[in-house]
């Protein structure tokens, strides 16, 4: 796997701990092992020089249409990239709070991208089938790549992990790759 480190970035897209009766984020077996690649990955990329985007729910209580449908979930002021990830340490690091599914979705992402010179986006995080899903949609509409790391990513909501990396393959021609493949292209 070929990955040119000067035109692209990292998407971690809600690798959160939360406070309070958040009904979505809570820690799993699964859980930790998203956390853990997404750590190496986001760990190999800082070393690379790639810029990391922290992807994150911030919603708004009694007015995001999401948390009628999930419940309490990622709201603003009680959740944040979960701390193992050190988001905003790096010198290349950037948070966008996100109110829907897709990271592009209202947010000032896909300009943060272009101004980056950014043409493919390496993607971490959860849910697979839903938020992961919704950003990598929205990234090819837009033209980039785009590479999922698989054991970086899960799927706990709708659907299956499986259908979901098929789904990215078939529908964005997104590379699927391990965590540790991609700290080997990088390094």
Request: aromatic share 8%.
């Amino acid at each position: 796997m070929n990955i040119d480190v000067k035109n692209t970035a990292v998407l971690v897209i809600d690798v959160l701990v939360t406070e309070g009766d958040d009904t979505l984020y809570n820690p799993s077996p699964d859980e930790e092992r998203v956390v853990r690649n997404s750590v190496r990955v986001v760990d190999a990329a800082r070393a690379a020089g790639m810029p990391v985007v922290f992807c994150d729910d911030a919603h708004i209580l009694g007015v995001d249409k999401e948390l009628e449908l999930w419940g309490e979930h990622g709201v603003a002021g009680k959740a944040v990239p979960n701390p193992a990830l050190k988001a905003g340490s790096g010198s290349r690091d950037f948070i966008i709070e996100k109110r829907r599914y897709s990271a592009f979705f209202g947010t000032s992402l896909d300009l943060l991208l272009r101004e980056l010179g950014i043409k493919t986006v390496i993607a971490v995080g959860e849910d697979t089938n839903i938020c992961v899903l919704h950003t990598l949609a929205d990234a090819y509409y837009r033209g980039y790549e785009s590479v999922v790391v698989e054991d970086a990513t899960r799927t706990f909501l709708c659907g299956t992990q499986e259908a979901g990396i098929e789904h990215f393959r078939k529908c964005y021609g997104s590379a699927i790759v391990s965590a540790q493949a991609f700290v080997e292209a990088v390094s």
